[in-house]
């Protein structure tokens, strides 16, 4: 039986540092945040908001036994994204 579930948090102006993404590096602006959680990991995207194209968050996936674990890595990514710092997928 698969478990699953996602979050996204739309129009989060990211801080100075950004998101670093594998596909093209760090991204800056006016963002979106999608975590997808199933299979015990939460995989994290990002993408500027309104655009198609998602990305995927450095350090992403990241091992989630359970839904509420899975929220909050969501929740520590969009504050992430928000400081000034470079945003990476929350570790543990």
Do not use: C
């Not at 199933?38 to 990241?62: C, H, K, M, N």
């Amino acid at each position: 039986m698969n478990t699953w579930a996602t979050w996204t948090t739309q129009g989060i102006l990211a801080g100075h540092g950004g998101v670093r993404t594998v596909e093209i590096g760090v991204i800056k602006g006016d963002l979106t945040v999608h975590t997808m959680w199933i299979d015990g990991e939460a995989r994290l995207t990002v993408q500027y908001s309104g655009a198609l194209d998602w990305f995927t968050v450095e350090g992403s996936p990241v091992a989630a036994a359970d839904e509420a674990s899975a929220r909050e890595v969501h929740q520590r990514l969009v504050e992430a994204v928000k400081s000034d710092g470079e945003a990476v997928a929350p570790q543990g």
